[in-house]
C-alpha cells in the first residue's frame, strides 16, 4: 500500500500563509482522489479539499477562496497552500488517498493560527 506523510505544519499568524505537503511512499496516480482533511479539538474530522487523478477540486465553503490544493504527479506529492488563515483553522490536519482497493491516511501535522 502506498503511504502518506505530511509536512509543513507549525504556528501561522492570522492573515499568513501556510503550505502544507504530503509526499506518497508510491505512484500517487493510484489515488483517484487526494485530499486534506482536518480535526480540531473536541471535533469530528471534516474535509477541507479533494483534488482528483484529473484535476477537478472540491473545497468546504469554509476555506474557499482561502485555500487552494494542488497535486504533483511527477514528484507523487500533493500540496495544501493556505493562505489569510484564521483562527478557527487550527486542527490536525490529515493528508488521505482513496483508491480502488483501499483508503490510505498520514499520521496528521498540527497547524495553529494564532498571533
Known amino acids: 500500500q502506498v503511504r502518506l506523510v505530511e509536512s509543513g505544519g507549525g504556528l501561522v499568524q492570522p492573515g499568513g500563509s501556510l503550505r502544507l505537503s504530503c509526499a506518497a511512499s508510491g505512484n500517487i496516480l493510484n489515488f483517484y482522489v487526494v485530499g486534506w482533511d482536518r480535526q480540531a479539538p473536541g471535533k469530528q474530522r471534516e474535509l477541507v479539499a479533494r483534488?482528483?487523478?484529473?484535476?477537478?477540486?472540491n473545497y468546504a465553503d469554509s476555506v474557499k477562496g482561502r485555500f487552494t490544493i494542488s497535486r504533483d504527479n511527477d514528484k507523487n506529492m500533493v500540496h495544501l497552500q493556505m493562505n489569510s488563515p484564521k483562527p478557527e483553522d487550527t486542527a490536525v490536519y490529515y493528508c488521505?488517498?482513496?483508491?480502488?482497493?483501499?483508503?490510505?491516511w498520514g499520521q496528521g501535522t498540527q497547524v495553529t493560527v494564532s498571533s
Open positions: 488521505s488517498g482513496r483508491s480502488t482497493e483501499y483508503d490510505s
Open positions: 483534488i482528483t487523478s484529473g484535476g477537478t477540486t
